[in-house]
């Protein structure tokens, strides 16, 4: 099995797409991922989704909204930033945005001066820091190799500091199995109340929800997609009749229902 994540070699996405294939290339951005799954050169693609500290990747949220792609697991990482550079002595640190945001107040308590620059990936900015003397990289220890110094480890601002990554698979792979399921929903209407009628169906049966996460349609200013998830799987008569409900309420739009999957946690 293939998989594409967000490279290159080194990434977080990089160490949880290890524990869901061998094969593993390399894209630049989580939207490319996606697409290389919808469009099947790929079996798999793994895309962070949501940062416990920073919260959603929206450029994933937008790729699930856009691509026709299934969801078949879901991996949740611990995340430990360490500061990686030549000398002590760096004037940038370079990381991916998310990373830059999870190590906020580090980098405002301890380097005040230096300047963020934020790049593809973190273990792009590792890359920087390998070629450059005046930058700092911010990612996992294990990009060091030999000639770039682990200034400090767990940098990032809160311990507990993990990410949820998202197993996409080609929309036939989707499957009924699994203790979450993923929707996105584009009501393509707005009055009082939709938000709630959204999610009463769910409500109703006794299903929790997990995530219920609002992005820009980008029709209009003031019309949204929907991203839901529940702790319950489409094998559920339940999640069956919340199903029907929310197509019949989402009925001027679109309901896509991204499959139930499970979570693996990887260290
Ligand atoms: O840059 C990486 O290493 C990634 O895999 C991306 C990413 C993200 O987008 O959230 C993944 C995990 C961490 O939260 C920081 C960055």
Partial sequence: MNALTLGPEGTYSHRATQAVADDIDFAESVTAIVEGVATGEYDRGVVPIENSIEGSVTESLDALADQRVAVVREVVTPIRHSLLAQTETFETVASHQQALAQCREYLNREYPDVVTEPVASTARGVERAREDSSVAGIGHPANAGDDLRVLESDIQDRSSNATRFLVVAPESERSDAGGKTSFVVYPNTNHPGLLLDLLEPFAERDI????????????????????????????????????????????????????????????
């Fill in 208 to 267: 929790n929800l997990s995530r219920v996460e609002s992005r820009p349609s980008g029709e209009r200013l003031g019309d949204y997609v929907f991203h839901i998830d529940i702790e319950a799987g489409l094998y559920e008569e339940r999640t069956k009749g919340a199903v029907t409900e929310l197509e019949e309420i989402a009925n001027e739009g679109w309901v896509r229902v991204l499959g139930s999957y499970d979570t693996e946690h990887v260290v």
